[in-house]
């Protein structure tokens, strides 16, 4: 069987894009081969058994934003396509989107950066109320502890990390959420705007820093009760 079709941007075909197969088991969506958009924006995928399968567009440049066919941020949501056997199936399209990155560093103790460590990204979705759900790809951080996650839908996101990519392992901890507490719901939302770069969505994993009762006041008064005042610097030492 075949499954084929064209990729295109603002009705423009786009040479380049990966066009990966994949199919749903028990241990997730997994890919089974891929291949490139050519000049024309076309793709073919053949040789293909007769099964259930889902189709997945992205950009090695980070461009633009990954998809699933039909029109969906995540493999799970993906359009099964039933291939019957010697089928041919030339209308399996997308349509991309700009897309945006974020950016940011991952540190221990002393500023050290954390090498190779993994970061989880959660999309927000409001079904009615606010779900995360994990986006399929998780980038290591390089040997400055830095990481760039590329090609990503607009919208609001969450980010975590840890020594490897597994939801238990430690340490871990996420953007804007008390030290070492490795809970997207209790992290700070990021927005991804269309090509544009949010940066500086940094997460440190060192030892935990001291709770505010063990502070000195100043330090509590500047670090817990900002604006920074004076007068109740004071009053609070009367």
């Not at 089974?32 to 189709?55: C, K, N, P, Q």
């Not at 700009?98 to 954390?114: E, Q």
């Not at 030290?179 to 991804?192: M, W």
């Not at 008064?221 to 900002?226: A, E, F, S, W």
Request: glycine share 12%; net charge negative.
């Amino acid at each position: 069987g075949v499954i084929a079709g064209s990729v295109t941007a603002g009705g423009q075909p786009l040479a380049g894009i990966k066009a990966s197969l994949l199919r749903a088991s028990s241990y997730g969506v997994q890919e089974i081969v891929h291949v490139f958009t050519d000049a024309a924006g076309r793709y073919e995928i053949g040789g293909l058994m007769g099964g259930a399968y889902r189709v997945g567009f992205s950009d090695p440049a980070g461009v633009y934003a990954t998809q699933y066919y039909s029109q969906t941020v995540l493999p799970d949501w993906g359009e099964t396509i039933h291939l019957a056997s010697a089928e041919q199936r030339r209308d399996i399209d997308a349509a991309l989107e700009l897309g945006g990155a974020l950016a940011g560093r991952i540190t221990l103790d002393d500023n050290a950066p954390a090498v190779g460590y993994v970061v989880r990204l959660f999309r927000e979705f409001t079904i009615p109320s606010i779900a995360l759900l994990e986006m399929p790809v998780h980038p290591i951080t390089d040997e400055t502890g830095a990481y760039r996650s590329a090609g990503l839908a607009a919208g609001a996101y969450r980010g975590c990390a840890s020594r490897t990519d597994t939801q238990w392992s430690v340490p871990s901890g996420c953007f804007g959420a008390p030290d070492l507490i490795g809970q997207p719901y209790l992290a700070e939302s990021v927005a991804v705007q269309a090509g544009e770069e949010t940066a500086n969505i940094d997460i440190y994993l060192g030892q935990p820093r001291p709770p505010a009762a063990y502070l000195p006041l100043v330090a509590r008064q500047v670090l817990y009760t900002p604006p920074f005042s004076a007068t109740a610097l004071v009053s609070s030492n009367v």
